[in-house]
């Protein structure tokens, strides 16, 4: 007899907020896979229940469990199970957990399969308008402690973006280190992202530290201090020429996709500011 043939682990991306954003692919695996291990088991119930995927076998495989449950997953998977591997929200490995189980189907020679799909990452930096030709830092959620965040911030390459993310509750907090870190600095930020309250808008670190709350989840992208020239963006004057745009009868739409070309931004970022 022949040895029995491994699982599969498949990677895949959920959405971030509005669900529609789910790729038809994840939604055929998903349905056909009974084990499901998640990073949160309620959040993805929703999913199972607004999609009709039917009876899951839910694993939590949270932050502080992650190394408990892996030596389980990998049984399962060396049984012949095949398991799917999910986020809350976005995709598993990219600031949660799921790095350290990949790495160790690897070490087991086990089959991974990646279903891609939407991230709170390339989601912000496509409608920031920065250029990333030359490349950018992805730190993901900083550490806590203001002594950890500064050894990191003062030991990184000066020209190039730094894109975080952060809770809405520590953003105050993280923000004035930043700025005590880096100094008034260029940034975007993209909060709520392909939620109803969605939230894009180019400011600076000090105006940011100004707003006493944020509500939902962020992702800021932080300009280099010898770029933030380049980035200086009269909104006055954008705003201005919408108005005399739609008095000449043209749909915002149009006067988004005008406005972006001229002055090399992201339309969706223009149409927003036109709400």
């Not at 189980?101 to 089959?111: A, N, P, S, V």
């Not at 380049?230 to 739609?246: C, R, S």
Request: aromatic share 6%.
């Amino acid at each position: 007899m022949g040895e029995k043939q491994k699982g599969t682990l498949y990677v895949i991306s959920l959405p971030i907020g509005n669900l529609k954003d789910i790729t038809l692919r994840a939604l055929e695996v998903l349905k056909n896979i009974e084990y499901i291990a998640c990073e949160d088991t309620r959040s993805f119930k929703k999913l199972i229940h607004h999609y009709q995927l039917g009876q899951k076998k839910l694993i939590s495989l949270y932050k502080d469990v992650e190394k408990k449950k892996e030596k389980k997953l990998i049984e399962f998977l060396e049984r012949g199970i095949n398991i799917a591997l999910v986020s809350e929200a976005g995709t598993p490995g990219i600031s949660d957990p799921g790095a350290s189980l990949i790495k160790l189907t690897y070490e087991r020679e086990i089959k991974v399969v990646p279903i891609p799909g939407v991230s709170a990452l390339t989601c912000a930096l496509s409608v920031s308008g920065i250029s990333i030709d030359k490349g950018f830092i992805f730190l993901g959620f900083l550490p806590r402690k203001k002594s950890e965040q500064k050894k990191i911030l003062e030991n990184l390459p000066k020209d190039l973006p730094i894109v975080i993310f952060e809770a809405p509750h520590r953003m105050s907090k993280t923000i004035k280190n930043l700025l005590e870190i880096l100094g008034n600095r260029k940034c975007f930020l993209a909060r709520e992202l392909t939620k109803i309250h969605e939230e894009l808008l180019w400011t600076n670190l000090k105006k940011l530290g100004e707003r006493e709350d944020f509500l939902g989840e962020i992702t800021l992208i932080i300009m280099p201090k010898n770029q933030e020239k380049t980035q200086e963006i009269d909104w006055e004057k954008i705003k201005k020429e919408t108005k005399k745009l739609k008095s000449q009868g043209l749909k915002n739409r149009e006067i988004a996709k005008t406005l972006a070309k001229k002055y090399n931004l992201s339309a969706k970022i223009i149409y927003n500011l036109m709400k």
